[in-house]
């Protein structure tokens, strides 16, 4: 069965540059838990790979972090999807640790605990931090213009090879048709 890789802050849900830091501020993008359930129903398993600094930032901790993923996943259940696992780096940028991204370390992390082929695997971001990561670990990127990646795209070098989106939604219904 194939995998997608997706980002969660600006992907899945709204970003917010004072950090998701309660089940309260985690508010889905319209269409994107539609989208995970169209990716299972085409027979992708999902799974999450999201930075997580607001924890070594002090800005929340690890239960308040396991709140706010049981919203995503009640919700998500609700729309008929489900991810297999959140992966995430709770250190903090300064830390140079090799899970946080655009360091591949978490997507292999991934790579070792399920049977995903990082090299026909695509990895659903919406900042230049996701790209160089799934560069990085082999996978293909694709971008969304939704959170920062209507930035991220201009920040890309010219001409870019990565494909991208209007918002998770829109990327379901593309791939998905293949």
């Known amino acids: ?24 501020e985690w508010l889905p993008i319209d269409g994107s838990l539609e989208a995970i359930a169209r990716f299972n129903q085409a027979g992708y398993q999902v799974i999450v ?13 690890l239960p308040t972090l396991t709140k706010i993923h049981q919203k995503f996943f009640t919700l998500l259940a609700e729309a008929g999807g489900k991810v297999e696992e959140i992966f995430f780096c709770p250190h903090h940028p300064n830390n140079h640790c090799s899970c946080r991204k655009p360091e591949p370390g978490m997507l292999h992390n991934i790579a070792k605990k399920y049977p995903i082929d990082l090299t026909t695997t695509i990895f659903i971001g919406d900042s230049l931090s996701d790209v160089q990561a799934a560069e990085r670990a082999g996978c293909e990127p694709v971008l969304v213009l939704t959170g920062n990646g209507k930035r ?3 920040e890309l070098p010219a001409p870019t090879k990565v494909r991208y989106f209007n918002d998770l939604a829109h990327a379901a219904t593309i791939i998905c048709k293949k």
Do not use: C, W
Not at 50 to 60: D, I, V
């Open 1 to 24: 069965m194939p995998f997608i890789l997706l980002d969660r802050d600006g992907v899945i849900n709204h970003d917010s540059v004072e950090y998701i830091k309660s089940p309260e």
């Open 152 to 154: 991220t795209l201009e």
């Open 49 to 61: 790979a999201t930075n997580q600094s607001g924890l070594a930032r002090g800005l929340y901790d």
